[in-house]
């Protein structure tokens, strides 16, 4: 799914006065769409689920782009810590995230330029000199069940169940659901002052649902570029 640009943060409020929504920080990163498949019949499980030992066996992890190119080799690094954010109950998904470089020492968001370097296939975990953070911010289907059609605050708390934060490897979108001007504008000056590009605005409630390769009015793109 994708959003709409706009010009400011008078639009959002012209376009969402009616209903609830939340903003979120807009990474520079690339879009990753995380899937986990069901673990196969007779499987042992590598670790995971969360930490606990007695947790199912986890199944294979795909790593998709934006266009749904397969880019599971090109980060095999978040291919290998998912297993440690999952919990036990989880034993099939897709989320949307953010894959964003940053430095593993201060925390802090480093440009897309630094992402970029990253070899684009057939890399190796041991020879990752940019390491990344997930970002996520949005759940598509879990343990069998789509999500498509429920609304993003439902979706959303069925993914911060889904997983553990992991400090600078697998952390959730920054989010606010204030919705006053002053509060906003505060928010969007945080994420820019954070290496964001900005704030992602999307409807909670009424018209909420995902609707995949759609650029939708829904979801709306307040860019420092755009101001």
């Not at 640009?5 to 209903?19: H, I």
């Not at 964003?100 to 897309?112: C, E, M, R, Y």
């Not at 020879?127 to 911010?137: L, N, R």
Request: proline letters at 5%; hydrophobic letters at 35%.
């Amino acid at each position: 799914m994708l959003a709409k640009p706009t010009k400011g943060l008078s639009e959002v409020l012209d376009r969402f006065s009616d209903c609830a929504f939340t903003c979120e920080y807009k990474y520079d990163g690339e879009r990753a769409q995380i899937h986990m498949l069901p673990a196969a019949a007779g499987s042992s499980s590598s670790g995971g689920g969360g930490g606990d030992g007695g947790a199912p066996p986890l199944g294979e992890i795909k790593i998709f782009s934006r266009n749904s190119e397969d880019n599971t080799t090109k980060y095999p690094d978040i291919a290998a810590l998912l297993p440690r954010a999952i919990k036990p109950h989880v034993t099939s998904l897709i989320i949307d995230s953010e894959a964003v470089a940053v430095d593993q020492k201060t925390g802090n968001i480093l440009p897309f330029q630094v992402l970029s370097t990253r070899k684009r296939k057939d890399a190796s975990v041991d020879d990752i000199g940019v390491k990344v953070c997930v970002y996520a911010f949005d759940l598509l289907y879990l343990n069998g069940e789509s999500y498509l059609q429920r609304p993003l605050a439902e979706r959303r708390e069925a993914l911060h169940s889904a997983f553990e934060v992991l400090p600078r490897e697998f952390e959730f979108a920054v989010a606010s659901d204030a919705a006053d001007v002053e509060a906003i504008q505060e928010f969007l000056q945080e994420s820019i002052k954070g290496n964001c590009e900005g704030l992602m605005v999307k409807t909670l409630d009424t018209d909420a649902t995902y609707e995949p390769s759609r650029r939708s009015f829904n979801w709306l793109k307040v860019k420092k570029d755009y101001l």
